[in-house]
């Protein structure tokens, strides 16, 4: 990749942060204080936390698009969110932005996510509906605000502000916040107004880029559509005849799909560094509270690669996530966490006891939303058989 510096980004060291980046000596602090990391800055400390929570290795069992136990070889959660760190990295690398802050965010950025993907977040948002609704990062924000309780001092994990506003932010300023992440901030300000950092930005950039590459990559193994369909998206033919070169005639086609979808995430990754660097020279930022305050984020695609993109998501949009087969298993996917909710609003004595204690009376709002946070915290695994303990006499509770 072209890493030749613009008039807005002087030549550096391979690990000096510019000026614009988040400075890990800087960092506005934790809810609760705590002493320094002994020897690890505070984004080190923060992606540490987030390693070790219970909530991240739940990720293992969440279902990306195809629930667990569809084949091993498929994305979860949590190789997902391997993936967007790995991206993430890449780009703050490029950008001299702080790579720990970017990996910290793009590790917890679905801690949120309830099992089954987006069909969880369908049924929840859908039963949870006259409480203010399900959004999977308000979930992130509570999972390590609230959830974990690893610490005898405070829940969740005392994360830095600049990792809770990252994940506040993942899509940008908020004008109109879900309920949980505007109460937080009403404690703790996460200025929701702005942007957030450029290392935030580098995360949920990476996010889009992760998620298409790795559905098409399923799409291919689980047999949704062919290569040959793939390639004549102008985005991946591209990235095809780049590959060509490399190929022997003979490749199998699973090799072959692999080399072209590892140039797709290269071509993005150029994208997104080169646009970031244009958009950087144009601003010319002092500090990160330029970057905050800008009319528009500095680390995104340009736009011819994101009307590319976008053609990449329509065929997905078409032919994975409406496929008659993923359907069926999201239509089941839903009922299972509607069926659930139904039941333990109605009645949380059926809830393990902190959860019902929490939860108190049977169909207020304080039981909805204990119930809400106890089938997001589950695996597809658990949730198929809490279902079958809730609903099947034969099975004991």
């Known amino acids: 990749m072209d890493d030749a510096p613009t008039p807005a980004t002087p030549t550096r060291g391979p690990h000096e942060l510019a000026p614009w980046a988040v400075q890990p000596g800087a960092s506005r602090g934790r809810l609760y204080p705590e002493d320094s990391g002994g020897g690890r800055s505070p984004y080190q400390r923060d992606r540490d936390r987030i390693i070790h929570c219970t909530a991240f290795r739940r990720l ?10 569809e084949g091993d070889a498929f994305r979860t959660r949590l190789t997902h969110s391997i993936e967007v760190a790995q991206i993430a990295r890449s780009i703050a690398r490029q950008l001299h932005l702080d790579e720990d802050l970017a990996e910290a965010l793009a590790l917890a950025h679905d801690l949120g996510h309830p099992p089954f993907g987006h069909a969880g977040e369908e049924a929840l948002n859908g ?38 506003e990252g994940l506040a932010k993942h899509n940008g300023p908020l004008r109109r916040p879900p309920p949980y992440i505007a109460e937080y901030s009403a ?12 290392e935030a930005q580098a995360a949920a950039i990476a996010d889009d880029i992760a998620y298409n590459n790795h559905d098409l990559d399923d799409g291919l193994r ?32 699973e090799r072959v799909a692999s080399e072209i979808i590892r140039r797709v995430i290269n071509l993005m990754i150029t994208d997104v560094v080169e646009e970031a660097r244009r ?12 970057i905050r305050n800008a009319k528009q984020p500095v680390v995104f695609f340009s736009d011819r690669m994101r009307a590319l993109n976008q053609e990449t998501r329509h065929f ?19 009922r299972v966490l509607q069926v659930m909710f139904s039941l333990l609003h109605g009645q949380p004595d059926m809830l393990p006891p902190a ?22 915290g589950m695996t597809d695994k658990f949730a198929l058989e809490e279902h079958r303990r809730l609903t099947d006499p034969n099975i004991p509770g």
Request: hydrophobic share 45%; proline share 4%.
């Open 60 to 69: 293992q069992y969440k279902t990306q698009v195809f629930v667990y136990h």
């Open 187 to 198: 404690k703790h300000d996460l200025e929701l107004y702005c942007h957030a950092s450029a």
């Open 279 to 290: 958009r950087i020279t144009l601003l010319k930022p002092k500090s990160v509270t330029d």
């Open 222 to 253: 689980a047999g949704l559509f062919t290569l040959e369909e793939v390639c004549r998206l102008p985005l991946i033919a591209m990235a095809r005849d780049q590959a060509m070169e490399a190929i022997p005639a003979d490749a199998p086609p």
């Open 316 to 334: 997905l949009f078409d032919r994975m996530y409406r496929h008659w087969r993923v359907n069926r298993t999201t239509l089941k996917c839903k």
């Open 127 to 164: 039963v949870m509906r006259a409480w203010g609704g399900y959004d999977h990062n308000a979930q992130s924000l509570k999972a390590v605000t609230l959830l974990e309780h690893r610490y005898a001092g405070f829940d969740g994990l005392n994360l830095t502000w600049e990792t809770l």
């Open 355 to 376: 959860w019902a204690a929490r939860a108190g009376e049977a169909g207020s709002p304080a039981a909805a939303r204990a119930v809400c946070d106890w089938l997001a």
